[in-house]
């Protein structure tokens, strides 16, 4: 009778350490367990690059403009240019618009022929 009691309080003592264990390890990520042996991931190339892409992007785009602004040509001539250039942009956008809408109604049209057919 005493084993049994003895299985039943081990067993009852395993069941609540394993429900704190979860607990404990439910707020904890990958990152806390490595700092603890001292060791950190590595970040991956392109959540490094993306910034600096970025800041060269957001660079060339002030230069650009700083350029127009301060190149000698007259004030006509320069929103003429500017105009020109963003009709392009305009155009540009909406015919990667219509690809995408023409992308998108396909696998739409593709998944409900899937869906529809007889299993």
Known sequence: MNTNITKALWTLGSLVGAQQAAKVVRGF?????????????RPSLFSRALPALGLVAVSAA???GAALLLAPSSG??????LSDGLDGVKNRLDDVKGRVNERIN???SA???????PS
């Open 29 to 41: 990520e990958i990152n806390d367990l490595l700092g603890v042996i001292g060791l950190e991931r």
């Open 62 to 64: 002030v230069g650009a």
């Open 76 to 81: 006509e001539d320069l929103r003429n240019r």
């Open 111 to 117: 998944f409900d022929s899937t869906s529809n057919s």
């Open 106 to 108: 396909d696998k739409i």
